[in-house]
């Protein structure tokens, strides 16, 4: 199993549209959660972190963390056809390099 | 903003021979983090140093070596390539060493042994 997972998809959403992504992890010490874009051939951007439960929002996206139940999660907002592309949910524990997930493929359509 | 540099963006190698790998951190960045990504795969962790020491080592091969200088800039030393090194090496900077900042990646070298 997996440190981290999330279902590899696609998952389609019409433009306009919430597309929700998530994100489920092992090790309960996981302490800092990112999520990354990336883009065919492109390295990781860096969407949104989180490190407390709860809700953190910056424009169109929002962050969800429940340690408690070790899952995490983005939500899109009025989904682009620019959104179009693998978002990796990744995390760290105590030491600070990144675990990641295997990546949602998310497509936006017109 | 200054983003993070890795030279070259590609890179052609033969099996057996070496190859070297180069990352600019952004400004006032202390700590850097090499990933690799094959097909399909989702990033590997390598290896990362803080103020120049290794601070944590991943799933790097022992033909593979790093360092990073007084600069802040790191090197990734691979030698006696295979066909399974064909991969994207990513570096990642942050402002320290610690597991609650969040890294900024590099474009990538793409690295094709033949």
């Known amino acids: 199993q997996k440190e981290v997972e999330q279902n590899s998809g696609p998952l389609s959403v019409p433009e306009g549209a919430i597309a929700s992504l998530n994100c489920t992890y092992s090790?309960?010490?996981?302490?800092?959660f990112f999520w990354y874009r990336q883009y065919s051939g492109k390295s990781p951007e860096l969407i949104m972190f989180i490190y407390s439960n709860g809700d953190k929002e910056d424009g169109r996206f929002t962050a969800q963390l429940n340690k408690a139940s070790q899952y995490v999660s983005l939500l899109i907002r009025d989904s682009q056809p620019s959104d179009s592309a693998t978002y990796l949910c990744a995390l760290t524990g105590t030491a600070s390099k990144l675990t990641f997930g295997t990546g949602t493929r998310l497509q936006v359509t017109l | 903003a200054a983003g993070v540099i890795q030279s070259p963006r590609h890179l052609i190698k033969e099996k057996r021979e070496t190859a070297t790998l180069k990352c600019y951190p952004i400004?006032?960045?202390?700590?850097v983090y090499w990933y690799q990504q094959g097909p399909g795969q989702d990033p590997q962790f390598l290896i990362s140093?803080?103020?120049?020491?290794?601070?944590d080592k991943g799933s790097i091969p022992d033909r593979f070596s790093a360092q990073q200088f007084s600069d802040y800039h790191s090197e990734l030393n691979m030698s006696s390539l295979e066909l399974g090194d064909s991969a994207l090496y990513f570096c990642?900077?942050?402002?320290?060493?610690?597991?609650?900042?969040?890294?900024?990646f590099g474009p990538g070298t793409r690295l094709t042994v033949t």
């Open positions: 400004p006032r960045h202390d700590t």
């Open positions: 140093f803080y103020e120049k020491m290794q601070s």
């Open positions: 990642a900077s942050s402002p320290a060493g610690t597991n609650l900042l969040e890294q900024y």
């Open positions: 090790d309960r010490g996981s302490q800092s």
